[in-house]
């Protein structure tokens, strides 16, 4: 080797050091008084490409030199070579080594982070109106431009939980910043300012090394890129890019557009990262530099999650001077409501909240808080799943019509569907909301008994149509509601025993004036505070509800689609099979869309009356964005999670008993309910609403129920962790604390 550098380059070797690389190998060479790089490549077609970094190199480098590697010439004059080295013939090229320590091994602090944006900033002024044609033609997995390469890279991730997170932020990726490519400004990019590319003296940014990654793009690019090194490092990670953006904006003036997209531009780089690391270890399964700093990047991903997109936009815009996006104020969106809409229409919290977007189980605010959902389980998988938005607005591309017509969408989602029920379950009639389902349900029940009474729930809530609330105990006995039907009759979930109360339920079926056409119920009563059934509560109710010639609807609205944990239908739990299962809410992920599975039998009843026909009720659009919410289920493997987690939160939650306060805690899976009382044991309703609402001053979204308010309900989207379970619960103890 010592001959190989004399002959080539006249240099007395003295030390030669193998250093990592990416794709290339690299070595440190030292003479008796200077230190340099030799970088080797096995590809030679890879030559346009040296040679344009050569000629980056020595434009720099003549402006600014001891800052970035100074291409060296063989003794001919010509920078890379292909050369025998080592035995093999590789492309050779000799650079001048850059003086520093490393930024990845020194903390994070903010006159560091305000050096790089001031470093990068003079780089991309200097490279301003410097171009070459390699780089502009230059389409491959580190253009951010060029990021549909890794869309085909998302599937080399293993758990599906991920691969839909990188999904997400490229699509918001899609809509929020490819509309306004016209109006971002392109250079000449380094692309690649990481932690271990950027030297530091001290807290001084002193050189940037790796200029392989060069290409022409967005100007913007640079500034998410160095922002991703700064931010994965620092336990506040948008606090931490505020001096980086202020500083690089002080020397180069970034204009709005640019901040306003820098925010999913940051997170597009995240995806990047993952996915070209993932694909490496495939190709590379034994280089473990092609995934140094994925552990890093997949924690960043996951908490970029939690910032706004709005305060993003916000923080960049002040620290670079600009006013802050206008927002209308809450009170001018109260008043524009209540000019519009009816005033029985009631709003969450003592202060209201305006959202503008969501992502999982966070919702973002107009004014840039983000919120932890753990309420609104109708967003099933989670708040704009990529996968559930993705097969909508497909779907809405290619055909949407009423139900009159045939298309193979509604035959593969009801297949799907009547896989997770009983066999005898095998008919399905498509609406637009559990409200109508439950409509439907009785319609039918009535037709195929001819009988018109109804058994319900003390507290139970099927509903907003007339025939729903004429079911309802707590809309029909609340103060203001049409009081009980002379058609219906009722049963109580709160005895002394569970023997007691089955026993109480059989009498009052027993006694029923005629035969009843349905008894509805939910396995868990939510407007009852969460309340479950008690254990053979329904396989003693069905039993006699069949017996005086009655049908059983199971309300799964709530509790379907393995909230529970343990069941994907609730009513599994009682080891009963239904006639009739309503289905709403979180079918299709908030997408209006309701069911009535039944039996074959009384879809042949119900099939001799008049035409049953929903405009939209498993429309072509709906049916795929509920099959996709399916899948979902399965593929992050969402019962399973809701278990699990469950049984941590339940745990938890538990835990708070400690407290006068706190009494029970129900439900099972993520649909929960903490009861607050007195010290006599009796319900302490202003100690739930202060509870519910001083958890949303800390962003946390819960609510509460029950005949008397006094039972926090929990249930959020299934994608809820535990360490979001653990968060409600600690801000919880600490309220209490203060009781």
């Known amino acids: 080797m010592k001959a190989f550098f004399r002959d080539h380059f006249g240099l007395q070797l003295v030390e030669v050091k193998k250093l990592v690389g990416y794709d290339n190998e690299n070595f440190l060479i030292k003479t008796s008084t200077t230190p340099y790089i030799l970088k080797t490549y096995a590809d030679e077609g890879l030559l346009p490409l040296l040679e344009a970094e050569t000629r980056v190199l020595l434009h720099l480098t003549a402006q600014t030199n001891g800052k970035y590697p100074t291409p060296l010439s063989f003794k001919d004059g010509i920078y890379v070579k292909k050369v025998t080295f080592e035995g093999v013939e590789k492309m050779v090229r000799l650079l001048t080594y850059v003086e520093g320590t490393f930024m990845g091994e020194l903390p994070v602090t903010e006159q560091g ?25 230059r389409d491959w997995e580190w253009n951010l431009e060029s990021y549909t390469i890794c869309k085909d890279r998302i599937a080399h991730i293993p758990q599906a939980k991920d691969q839909n997170l990188v999904r997400y932020f490229i699509q918001q990726y899609e809509s929020c910043v490819l509309p306004k490519f016209r109006q ?11 932690e271990w590319n950027i030297l530091m003296a001290g807290e001084q940014v002193c050189g940037l090394i790796d200029f392989g990654d ?70 590379q399964p034994d280089n473990a530099y092609v995934s140094v700093s994925e552990k890093k990047a997949w924690n960043l991903l996951y908490r970029w999650l939690e910032v706004s997109p709005q305060a993003a936009e916000n923080k960049f815009r002040e620290s670079c001077g600009f006013a802050p996006l206008p927002v209308r104020s809450i009170e001018s969106k109260k008043t524009a409501r209540n000019q519009i809409l009816g005033k029985n229409l009631s709003l969450s919290y003592s202060s209201p909240i305006a959202f503008e977007r969501s992502a999982f189980q966070y919702m ?72 109508e389902a439950t409509d439907l349900a009785l319609r039918m029940a009535r037709w195929h008994t001819q009988s018109k009474r109804i058994v319900v729930m003390e507290h139970g809530y099927h509903g907003h149509t007339q025939m729903g609330v004429e079911v309802s105990d707590y809309k029909f006995n609340h103060p203001k509601g049409i009081g009980k039907q002379d058609h219906i009759s009722k049963l109580t979930a709160v005895g002394e025993s569970p023997e007691g109360i089955a026993a109480a339920a059989e009498q009052s079926i027993a006694a029923l004036p005629e035969k009843p056409a349905a008894f509805i119920a939910e396995t868990i009563l939510g407007c009852a505070g969460q309340l479950p059934l ?37 009513f599994e739990s009682q080891q009963v099979t239904p006639d009739f299962v309503i289905l709403g809410k979180p079918m299709a992920n908030g997408h209006p869309m309701g069911a009535v599975v039944t039996t074959a039998a009384i879809a042949e009843s119900f099939g001799k009356g008049v035409e049953f026909f929903s405009s939209f009720g ?12 399916l899948d979902v289920i399965e593929e992050e493997a969402l019962q399973e999670h809701a ?15 400690k407290y006068p306060n706190v ?52 249930k959020p989207p299934l994608c809820f962790s535990r360490a979001n379970a653990e968060r409600v619960v600690h801000e919880l103890e600490r309220i209490l604390q203060k009781q």
């Not at 779907?395 to 896989?419: F, K």
């Not at 278990?643 to 008993?657: D, E, F, I, P």
Request: proline fraction near 4%; aromatic fraction near 10%.
């Open 364 to 435: 973002y605010d107009s004014y840039g808080n983000t919120f932890l959902d753990a309420y609104n389980n109708i967003p099933h998988v989670g708040h704009a799943h990529p996968k559930v938005v993705a097969a909508g607005r497909e779907q809405m591309g290619l055909l949407n019509t009423n139900t009159r017509y045939l298309y193979d969408s509604l035959e593969i989602y009801a297949a799907a569907l009547l896989s997770k029920f009983p066999p005898s379950l095998n008919r399905i009639y498509f609406v637009n909301s559990g409200s």
């Open 113 to 137: 982070a305000a050096s790089l944006g001031s470093f990068l900033a003079t780089l991309n002024q200097q490279l301003l109106g410097w171009r070459h044609p390699v780089y502009e033609a």
């Open 534 to 570: 008690p254990k053979g509560f329904l396989t003693r109710v069905y039993a006699q509800i069949r017996q005086r010639g009655g049908l059983c609807i199971a309300d799964e609205v709530q509790t379907g689609f393995g909230r529970t944990g343990r069941h994907f239908w609730a």
């Open 643 to 657: 278990q699990t987690v469950g049984k941590h939160y339940k745990n938890l939650l538990a835990s708070l008993q």
């Open 618 to 629: 498993g429309n072509p659009v709906s049916c795929v964005i509920a099959k996709a919410v």
């Open 663 to 714: 009494g029970a805690v129900r439900g099972t899976g993520l649909f929960l309910g903490l009861v607050l009382e007195d010290e006599k044991g009796n319900p302490n309703t202003l100690l739930a609403q202060h509870l519910k609402n001083e958890l949303r001053q800390k962003n946390i979204l819960i609510s509460t129920d029950g005949p008397y308010d006094n039972v926090l309900k929990t």
């Open 184 to 194: 971002l400004r392109k250079s000449t990019l380094h692309n690649d300012a990481n």
């Open 214 to 283: 060069m290409t022409y793009s967005h100007l913007i690019n640079e500034v998410a890129i160095g922002a991703v090194y700064i931010a994965y490092r620092s336990e506040a990670p948008l606090e931490a890019i505020l001096p980086f953006v202020a500083s690089y904006h002080k020397l180069l003036p970034l204009t709005e557009t640019e901040l306003s997209v820098l925010y999913f531009t940051i997170a597009l780089r995240l995806c990047l990262s993952v996915c070209n690391s993932a694909f490496a270890k495939k190709e």
